[in-house]
């Protein structure tokens, strides 16, 4: 098995403002795309030839992962112009394909333990996973180790509703065989196609995996996943930290950062490069910081995904809340994390700070309410409170 | 401007050297050929492109060769004319870029004591002046052959039977890459990147020796050792990886090369090199110089520094520049080229440094000529620009020249600290524009309909405007014209009418009022206006047949996203009409002659 097929074409409409200029897969976290740690695995477990389905925004993936060279591996790229269902993305990547391949999805995080199994198997095969509450489509069902239902239809067509308890889930990781694609052009989804297979006589055995296997559905996700990425940094400084400067736990610094005087860093924490911290600041795990981003003193982030060239003000708190690239803050900010209700499909209670889109820019002593999800290039007068969700470009004045 | 590489090793040759010259094609690629040390001398070239003589050519024996492509300056582009050329008896090749100017005088002469030339090049006379001094050691015959040459060169020389290459250059860029058991000349890294990354540059007037185990350099007749550079450019950089074309992946990277470029100039707004050591000369004026692009970039310059700084900027074009009396003796000089190599900004360095000027480069090849000739050179951070038409290398020089006015302004420190805010979320911004580019799409296809556009600009953005003119002729055909907006009535006006659509770059700036008369003014004519204009501004949406809205940046800033939208609105003309947009016709993408 040296071939992998990554579907990374699509857009996760739930996952708005954050997925309006990117795909799913190019959420960043710690520096890197979802999309990123999932090449980075399949090069662990030796697989070098990946075929990458992209659609929605492709040119960001292109930028990202150019010619996979960077990552130790060869990528070609297959286009889905259209995004009709991952049975579609599959039958694109047709000519592409040896005899036997992996299928995995380019937007979940998946570790190289995870797919170490299911690299090394032989076609047909299904990674499944214990999940708690998952949505009814995922839950398989299994019987002697083989799938006898890879999806369970709806009860209602366009609704999609949780299956309450600990249940197997289809991982979307699949080792498949070129027999396959056959029954890809009548169901919309691979699952579903599955299901003719074995309906027809095909068996598909399924996989179990206890290792991390993240999914990013709505907004808040963003942090659990940086959790979980956050729990394999390794400890490096790079660029310049100043004297009394402390830093404690797993922290790394890229370089040409500099830290200032007196910012005290607790790990997990990853920096990226060129940035400027400080002084004084503090910055709490977890978080993830990007590229050429300014934190002006006084300044506390805990548990918080900074995307690149961001800048944060003086006197500004910010806690469980996720800033997407491009934001200007001006100072004072108070982004507090509290539990609150959100309504994306439905109605979530989560604890949770600010979710600001990219481009934003905020004047001086903005109150940002927990929960509160801002769009894309909002702009926000000075002494301003901000809550509930607006849309892209607005203004709060 | 030719492209030449030449290979040594445990290899076959061939298939090295069409890679290698495959991705010297943006040098000129009008002809080209190899010439392959086995069984004797094979020697196989033609008025293709690389691509083309792969399909044609058999599979040569021999692990020794050169290969050259050409973009003719002196005799048309012809089988005949292509590199590599031979003496009379086959047994030596030479690749050349470079102009011999005194190879009349010594093709005469060479004739005269019975050589017989084949082609119209100049070239041709190095392969006779070699076979003439040649008494058994190349080196010294190659050697004696450049002491009779008057002009420029970069070449590599193979003998049959001989397991060398002898490279040599003057005046037009070689290197040398270091391989395992294999070693390379080439006129520029990405030539040999997918081979090696370990490369030597070479001096004026050097003279090396390669063998596929090591290199040996001499100066004057004596040994030297030059010192070994590790290239941190991918070849992955080099390649398209998804997109159709270089151009729209080098739009792409943008964003990137504008972050790396500022997170390469530091933190803080502090001088990065010595200017005040330049300022010593004590005048209070500053000159530029540039071709192409960089010249525009160049005038853009002189809005910032004039701002920023608050002294007079001339800018001039190299290419007339050295044709003019004065120099400005003793001023502060900027030169830029985004390759360094280009001739007359390079010849333009030379006569300033003579007349007592200290010369700036601003330049994106580390270890081009200019930067070996300059008394300083900025970097910018663009990586290696395939497509003929300068996007990222444009958007790479502006930020420099930002990032220098910004380090020596005189401007307050909280206007400052705002510049420098508006400048580290520039990625972003420019981002914001690829990101909306549907729009400016469906502009470009309209534009591509139409054979006559003007681009009109004022302040800080008419530069701008003759970037976007630029960009569209070069890649799309269609002629353009930028203009200073004001200009228009001084006489293109009776050229205005309903087939010639005009683009407009609105800036919220002094010169806002006076673009919207011109608006008007050529709507009463009945030509077409698509407009460029902040977001949010509704005002010219009733004039304009069409809106194109870029982000808010401030005034300084505004020509960066401009030029985004006008690269992109060439890209999709040029897209439409179906035009070859990296390689355009009749040009290359340095000019490394004058």
Redesign the interface.
Known sequence: MKQAVILAAGEGRRLRPFTV?KPKAMISIAGAPILQYVVESLAQNGIRDIVLV?GY???Q???C??????FGVD?K?VTQERQLGTTHALSKAKAAVNDEFLVLPGDKLIEADTIAQIAAARPEAILVKKMEDPFRSAVVTIENGMIKEATRPERRVSTQSREPGIQIVNTGIYCLSRAILDYLKDEPSIPAALNSVIADGGKIRALETASTWLDVVYPWDILSLNGAVLRRVQGQLGGIIETGVTIKGLVSVDE?T?IKSNCYIAGPVVIG??C?IGPNVCILPATSIG??V?IAPFTEVENSVIG??V?VGPGSIIQDSVID??C?ITGHLSAISGETEIKIDGYHRVKVGAMLG??CSLGSNVVAMPGVIAGN?TQVKALKLISGQTPD?SLVV | MCGIVGYIGNKPAQPVLFKCLARLEYRGYDSCGIAVAGNGIDLQKDRLRVGELVKKVPLLEGMTGVGHTRWATCGEPSAANAHPHLDCSGCIAVVHNGIISNFQELQQQLTDEGHHFLSQTDTEVLPHLIEKYYQGNLEEAVAAALKDIEGSYAIVVLREGESKLVVARKDSPLIVGIGDQENFAASDVPAILDYTNRVVYLEEEDIGVITNSGIEIRQNGSVIRRKEHKIPW????A?K???EHFML?EI??QP?VI?DT???Y??EIAPIIDLESMRDTGTEAMLFVACGTSYHAGLVGKCIFEELLGIPVRVELASEFNYYPQTLAKTMSIVITQSGETADTIKATRRLQEKGCHVLAITNVVGSTISRIADLTLYTQAGPEISVASTKSFIAELVALYWLAMSYSIADIKRLADML?TL??????V??V??NKSGIKQCGEYLAGYDNIFFIGRGINYPVALEGALKLKEISYIHAEGYAAGELKHGPFALLDKDTPVVAVVAKDNTYEAMLNNIREIKTRGAPVIALVE?GDESVGEMADFVISV?KVGLIFSPIVNSVVLQLLAYYAAEKRGCPIDFPRNLAKSVTVE
């Open positions: 200029n992209v925004r492709k040119e993936i292109f930028d992962m150019g010619s996979g060279e960077q990528i790229y040409n500099i490069r060129g400027e590229d050429n300014v690149s060239d800048s690239k491009g200007a990219e481009g290039y470009r | 991918s070849v992955d950089e390649q990886a998804g997109y992946k792409h990277e990137r972050r500022l997170i390469g530091g933190h805010m580290r979320q520039l990625p972003n911004t981002q914001q690829l990101d977001n982000p």
